[in-house]
């Protein structure tokens, strides 16, 4: 299975100036791909922060995703720290400058040309597609933080990360935690491999906790739900989905 890893990056976000919007929906993606998301972290436009989330990121996990700080204002140090955590200077990339003064004609001023600066081994994806291609360097992909921008850039790349679909099922009871709690260590012992989740509810009378059993085998997920009906009482039981 796939792993990742998201770092969002600003201020701003941690102020409460901006709402998040990007880890939401890059959570949602990833999980859609059958890509296990395994840290998110929000960070400060800070060059020793993103050094080293990005290079802890990029070890252990299969792909990273940073968001926002690549814009042309003082804040904006997203491609400084990702070349800082990857071990790697910050160049010029002669296609990117080409770009941005083919858009930006007579305004481009050295603030703009701070966008044409990415860590040395970057790839480019999209161009003559999108405005600003797509920034990779290594396993680490680099994205906007406007949620319009980013979206889009996603949506460019997701296909070739595609994974195995993970398969979730869910079963509703009336019973609490405490009743099932038991059961659900023992279905996992006895079908491992399986994730398991309990969200109980106390704002509904129809049931008391959601459980889902979930992996990337269809077969393992039916065991499991299979074990888990076994132990729990059929009474006990509002439905299976």
Do not use: C
């Not at 969002?8 to 999980?31: C, D, H, M, T």
């Not at 080409?98 to 930006?104: E, L, N, P, R, V």
């Not at 994205?143 to 869910?170: H, M, S, T, W």
């Amino acid at each position: 299975m796939s792993t990742a890893g998201i770092v969002v990056i600003g201020n701003e976000v941690l102020s409460g100036k901006v709402e998040e919007e990007n880890a939401r929906f890059l959570i949602r993606e990833l999980r859609a791909l059958g890509v296990e998301l395994m840290r998110v972290a929000i960070i400060r436009d800070e060059l020793g922060e993103i050094a080293r989330e990005i290079k802890a990121m990029s070890e252990a996990y299969d792909y990273v995703f940073s968001t926002g700080g690549v814009g042309p204002t003082h804040d904006d140090v997203t491609m400084e720290g990702v070349a800082l955590g990857l071990g790697v200077p910050l160049v010029r990339s002669a296609e990117l400058e080409a770009t941005i003064h083919a858009h930006f004609g007579a305004r481009v001023t050295a603030s703009v040309l701070h966008m044409a600066d990415v860590p040395e081994g970057t790839a480019l994806l999209g161009q003559g597609t999108m405005l600003h291609p797509i920034t990779r360097v290594r396993n680490v992909y680099v994205l906007p933080g406007v949620p319009e921008f980013l979206r889009a850039k996603f949506n460019f790349i997701k296909a070739g990360l595609q994974d195995r679909p993970i398969v979730l099922r869910q079963v509703w009871v009336r019973v609490g935690e405490d009743a099932v709690g038991d059961h659900l260590r023992e279905v996992l012992a006895a079908v491992p491999g399986l994730e398991i989740g309990s969200y109980p509810r106390f704002d509904t009378p129809e049931f008391k906790v959601k459980i889902t059993i979930e992996a990337k085998d269809a077969a393992l997920v039916d065991r499991g739900v299979a074990e888990l009906l076994q132990r729990v009482p059929p009474g006990d039981v509002v439905r299976v989905e």
